[in-house]
């Protein structure tokens, strides 16, 4: 494509083809000014319509391209480092697997604008050594402050100090300060791989010794790191990070962590280790830290870059090797935008650097257990701590035999541990992976669970509509007086409430305790979520009432009960991974309970206390545990072996909503073995006042569902208010 005819003119230079950062599918050709240092990689500014726009040169064609064709010009080279090749190549896979624009995956990389320049300059002041002849007591202020953090700049001396930083300009007028401009942004420190780790015990040793050899020999390696909670996997990628460094000196390391766990404790437990603080990246950075990690991170100075997902989109210079460490943890997934799962790009980015790849997990997920099996990720094992965790006591609380009262979604059993807890000064946490609604209709006479006919699907009672909806297949009826299967009256109720329910329920029964809701509706920034593990570290939470969100490495000491409200819809139902979710859960549960020597219980609630994956995890038994989450899956074709895939489309109106929905299952392409369900209303289905619809695609293994759902959207044609985004392997089913 080209980029436009005004202001262009003939010319015999080099093409430059520029990816924009901009939702567009292509690269667009400019012409390279003589004199002008451009390659392949380079990031560059070039005119797009009215405007100049970012991009990254894709490729650069010879003159003979340029023949007779009008280019406008290449309007400036950033002085950074040419993108590498395997990062370009992993934004063109990305965009391709999640079904976007390269463009649009370019954006991901490019979130930190100002470290494409060099750092700015800012005035310092340092110490003269000499006295001002007037010493006030501000003046004395500001010099201790000097001495004490170095040179600073004059709003931060005069912070420091307390003053105003007239006072500062003051002192260099009267000689004792010094001012010069120095760079803004500081490089990192580097890391030295040398300083002593921790003295490793056997099986650490063995499991730090394969992933030393795979940094020595270089190239893609893929390895999961399985070990309980405690058993020192940090310890042991330590020394896989020591190695990648002391075999090259330029290598770049890449530790991502689930947002919530990238807190001091942890950098100060890097630094402490390589003598040097690792460079940061997440939501929370400030504009200023976060352009000083991009830069430093695409000239290849930062060396450790500890991150949140999105620090996988880091242009690495020299990428040898990436951490995943809680691997299993669901934010991971990015659920807005591109969407995509940072795990498994993770492997993918490595494959394309010829870099080493760790997950480490105590609970590993199901599809990277598989991996394992199947040979594709190397297994290491650490099985031992001393006090290891084992899963608090587990008892399973039948609610057909023991039930809530009506319209409560405690059971006695529960509420009486609760106050219990309370009562001895402990915090509890329940567990309910449900926001706002209820997901499942059960009878209380029979235990029968409403499904759409026909499949095993349950039904989901809307507030709203007051009607049974299947998210699956869209199906849906008015709410019925009678259980379909006893003909039982009125005995048809929601089961699964959201979080808010549940607290209300609290507030009755412990007027006195203090209560939180955590999920991603009251735990939106990341200020808000820091804010309320804190108090819950502190012991200022009595009660935590928390969605999936709750099932973080975090580490609340005091914490000794885990209610886990209704365990049936982790087991089936909507959300295939919430089974796994409940494990997790209670196993960080336990590692927390292990670690302050108090004995921690778990409540589960169940109306199929004999389900087998209920008494595998009652029994504390992951792998038995993992093993039927594996069976069921296997049976049903679900990820990982098959592959699903979402289709959400929204529009300011039901109807308008609809219509499209009808033309997009039309045009849905045919293809062997996939499977089309919907459109259904989405769970949530109107979000920010857009009407939601979605469909499920589902597809064995072996078919690349991400070019059939691309085949798809090429084909629609829809209205302008009609909005419709593609989810990769979704996660979240809202
Ligand atoms: P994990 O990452 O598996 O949860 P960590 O690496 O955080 O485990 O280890 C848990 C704690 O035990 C840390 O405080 C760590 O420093 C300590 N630790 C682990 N291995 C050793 C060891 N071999 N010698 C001394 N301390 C160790």
């Known amino acids: 494509m080209t980029g436009g005819a005004i202001g262009a003119?003939?010319?015999?230079?080099?093409?430059?083809?520029?990816?924009?950062?901009?939702?567009?599918?292509?690269?667009?050709?400019?012409?390279?000014?003589?004199?002008?240092?451009?390659?392949?990689?380079?990031?560059?500014?070039?005119?797009?319509?009215?405007?100049?726009?970012?991009?990254?040169?894709?490729?650069i064609l010879d003159d003979a391209a340029a023949a007779g064709r009008e280019l406008k010009p290449v309007l400036s080279v950033y002085p950074t480092p040419p993108m590498p090749a395997a990062m370009r190549e992993f934004i063109l896979w990305a965009a391709k697997y999640t079904v976007s624009h390269p463009g649009h995956v370019l954006g991901m990389t490019l979130r930190a604008r100002g470290g494409l320049s060099p750092s700015p300059t800012e005035t310092v002041y340092h110490l003269?050594?000499?006295?001002?002849?007037?010493?006030?007591?501000?003046?004395?202020?500001?010099?201790?402050?000097?001495?004490?953090?170095g040179a600073a700049n004059a709003a931060a001396l005069a912070?420091?100090?307390?003053v105003s930083s007239g006072v500062v300009k003051g002192l260099v007028s009267a000689g004792a300060l010094r001012a010069e401009e120095m760079a803004a942004d500081l490089p990192f420190a580097l890391p030295q791989p040398d300083l002593p780790g921790a003295n490793l015990t056997g099986e650490q040793v063995e499991?730090?010794?394969?992933?030393?050899?795979?940094?020595?020999?270089?190239?893609?390696?893929?390895?999961?790191?399985?070990?309980?909670?405690?058993?020192?996997?940090?310890?042991?990628?330590?020394?896989?990070?020591?190695?990648?460094?002391?075999?090259?000196?330029?290598?770049?390391?890449?530790?991502?962590?689930?947002?919530?766990?990238?807190?001091?404790?942890?950098?100060?437990?890097?630094?402490?280790?390589?003598?040097?603080?690792?460079?940061?990246?997440?939501?929370?950075?400030?504009?200023?830290?976060?352009?000083?990690?991009?830069?430093?991170?695409?000239?290849?100075?930062?060396?450790?870059?500890?991150?949140?997902?999105?620090?996988?989109?880091?242009?690495?210079?020299?990428?040898?090797?990436?951490?995943?460490?809680?691997?299993?943890?669901?934010?991971?997934?990015?659920?807005?935008?591109?969407?995509?799962h940072a795990r498994d790009m993770a492997v993918m980015r490595a494959k394309l650097e010829g870099a080493g790849v760790v997950l480490a997990s105590a609970t590993p997920a199901l599809e990277t257990m598989v991996n394992a099996e199947a040979g594709r990720y190397t297994r290491l094992m650490l099985a031992a701590r001393p006090g290891a965790a084992r899963l608090p006591d587990v008892e399973l609380i039948d609610l057909r035999r023991a039930p809530p009262e009506k319209n409560h979604w405690?059971?006695?059993?529960?509420?009486?541990?609760?106050?219990?807890?309370?009562?001895?000064?402990?915090?509890?946490?329940?567990?309910?992976?449900?926001r706002g609604y209820a997901p499942l209709v059960i009878c209380k006479a029979c235990g029968e669970r409403l499904k759409t006919p026909g499949t095993e699907n349950w039904l989901t009672e809307h507030r709203y509509s007051g009607r049974l909806v299947c998210h699956v297949t869209g199906y849906s009826i008015p709410k019925p007086g009678v259980c379909p299967a006893c003909g039982a009256k009125d005995s048809l109720m929601g089961v699964g409430p959201g979080v808010e329910r549940v607290a209300e329920e609290v507030r009755v029964l412990m007027p006195e305790a203090r209560i939180e809701i955590f999920s991603s509706d009251t735990a939106?920034?990341?200020?808000?979520?820091?804010?309320?593990?804190?108090?819950?570290?502190?012991?200022?939470?009595?009660?935590?009432?928390?969605?999936?969100?709750?099932?973080?490495?975090?580490?609340?000491?005091?914490?000794?009960l885990v209610g886990v409200v209704d365990a049936d819809s982790g087991m089936k139902g909507g959300d295939l991974r919430a089974g796994e979710r409940t494990y997790q859960l209670l196993s960080q549960v336990a590692g927390r309970a292990g670690r302050a020597e108090r004995p921690g219980r778990a409540l589960v609630q169940t109306y199929a206390p004999d389900n087998p994956a209920m008494l595998a995890l009652a029994d504390g038994d992951r792998d038995g545990f993992l093993q039927i989450e594996r069976d069921v899956r296997a049976e049903l074709g679900l990820p990982p072996f098959g592959r699903l895939a979402a289709l959400i489309l929204s529009a300011p109106s039901a109807e308008m909503v609809d219509e499209a929905a009808r033309d997009i299952a039309l045009a849905a392409p045919n293809g062997a073995g996939i499977e089309l369900f919907g459109p259904a209303p989405a769970p949530i289905t109107v979000l920010r006042g857009r009407h939601r619809?979605?469909?499920?695609?589902?597809?064995?293994?072996?078919?690349?569902?991400?070019?059939?759902?691309?085949?798809?959207?090429?084909?629609?044609?829809?209205?302008?208010?009609?909005?419709?985004?593609?989810?990769?392997?979704?996660?979240?089913f809202m």
Not at 423 to 432: I, P, T, Y
């Open 9 to 59: 003119k003939p010319c015999a230079m080099p093409v430059a083809r520029i990816l924009f950062v901009l939702p567009l599918p292509e690269p667009f050709d400019y012409a390279v000014p003589e004199g002008m240092e451009v390659s392949v990689g380079s990031y560059v500014t070039a005119p797009l319509g009215q405007t100049e726009r970012l991009g990254v040169v894709w490729e």
């Open 128 to 149: 003269t050594g000499e006295e001002p002849k007037k010493l006030t007591d501000t003046r004395r202020r500001v010099l201790d402050a000097a001495e004490e953090v």
């Open 159 to 162: 912070a420091a100090a307390g």
């Open 207 to 340: 499991a730090a010794e394969a992933l030393k050899a795979a940094m020595r020999g270089g190239g893609f390696a893929a390895f999961l790191l399985d070990g309980v909670t405690g058993s020192g996997k940090t310890e042991v990628y330590f020394e896989a990070i020591a190695e990648a460094l002391r075999t090259d000196p330029e290598a770049q390391i890449l530790v991502l962590l689930p947002e919530i766990a990238l807190t001091q404790a942890i950098l100060s437990r890097f630094e402490a280790r390589f003598g040097a603080a690792p460079a940061p990246w997440h939501s929370g950075l400030a504009d200023k830290e976060r352009r000083r990690t991009w830069r430093e991170a695409a000239h290849g100075r930062a060396r450790i870059v500890i991150g949140a997902r999105s620090a996988l989109f880091l242009p690495y210079a020299n990428l040898k090797l990436v951490i995943v460490d809680e691997e299993h943890d669901g934010s991971y997934k990015q659920e807005d935008g591109v969407t995509y």
């Open 410 to 434: 405690l059971s006695p059993h529960l509420t009486h541990a609760l106050q219990e807890t309370l009562a001895a000064g402990e915090q509890s946490l329940l567990f309910l992976n449900r």
């Open 524 to 560: 939106m920034g990341g200020d808000a979520t820091r804010g309320i593990i804190e108090r819950m570290e502190t012991g200022d939470i009595d009660v935590l009432i928390g969605t999936q969100i709750v099932a973080k490495g975090h580490n609340f000491p005091n914490l000794t």
């Open 693 to 732: 619809r979605r469909f499920l695609v589902k597809s064995p293994r072996n078919v690349d569902l991400s070019a059939y759902m691309a085949a798809w959207m090429a084909r629609l044609k829809l209205p302008r208010p009609v909005r419709v985004s593609v989810d990769i392997d979704p996660y979240s």
